[in-house]
């Protein structure tokens, strides 16, 4: 039975490094005590070594161990064997080229889907879905596919953002971007706020945190889904 925790970001305003959702890790790897952690989507550019270790301190608190999957002379044992995997956040396009070099796409499905858990933040989250093409991200290296894990039947939109009343920018909103998505892509999107995350279990899948999230199906008015809302029979 697959466990998941999709969270749309790792750090909220005011707090520290994955400090808002502690606690839901805390129950959700509780009896772990290592954990493999992919960094290759390292935001601004740091090293593995930097966000690997930034990751560490951020699990410290739960006396948890936390290893780089670079570390590892064969990564895809190091999937094989792990007790549990996160994957962090950052650029999104770098994150999938690299899944797909290093051949870890399957292996990641195959662990994931025996039951060993799996937590994921911002990109992190974002390929847990079908695809990576709601990323919010800058496309800086071309993976070989747009595809990603499929553990849920949806997209992620990770730090989703409403429109500001009163603002005088001109751009694109993140609706407009995900309207632009649905003129070629049936496949519905979460706009996931900052702070929410989803709790998948086998096949139920909840949202949890504080705030509604923001679901977009195609050809259809967006609506808002409060906390705790079920979406298992959303595809």
């Known amino acids: 039975m697959k466990r998941l925790l999709i969270a749309s970001t790792s750090t909220v305003h005011g707090k520290a490094y994955l400090e808002y959702i502690l606690p839901e890790l805390e129950l959700f790897f509780k009896g772990v005590n290592e954990i493999v952690f992919i960094p290759f989507a390292r935001p601004g550019g740091m090293t593995y070594d930097e966000y690997t270790e930034r990751a560490s301190l951020g699990f410290k608190k739960l006396k948890i161990r936390v290893k780089g999957i670079h570390e590892y002379e064969n990564q895809i044992e ?23 070099d290093q051949k870890l796409i399957e292996p990641i499905k195959t662990t994931v889907n025996k039951g060993i858990p799996y937590f994921g933040t911002s990109a992190g989250s974002n390929v847990t879905g079908l695809t990576m ?25 990770p730090h989703y953002l409403d429109p500001i009343e009163g603002s005088t ?14 003129k070629f892509n049936a496949a519905p999107v979460l706009g996931l706020r900052e702070g929410s995350w989803l709790e998948v279990v086998g096949a139920k899948i909840v949202l949890r945190g504080t705030l509604q999230a923001r679901l977009f199906l195609k050809d259809k008015t967006p609506i808002e889904l409060d906390t705790n809302t079920d979406l298992s029979d959303l595809k």
């Open 133 to 157: 093409k709601t990323t919010n991200d800058m496309p800086i290296v071309y993976p070989p596919s747009f595809d990603t894990f499929g553990f849920i039947n949806f997209n992620i939109n």
């Open 169 to 182: 920018h001109m751009g694109e909103t993140r609706e407009t971007r995900i309207q632009e998505f649905h």
């Open 78 to 100: 190091a999937v094989k064997n792990a007790k549990g995997i996160f994957t962090g956040g950052g650029n999104t396009f770098e994150l999938v080229k690299q899944l797909y």
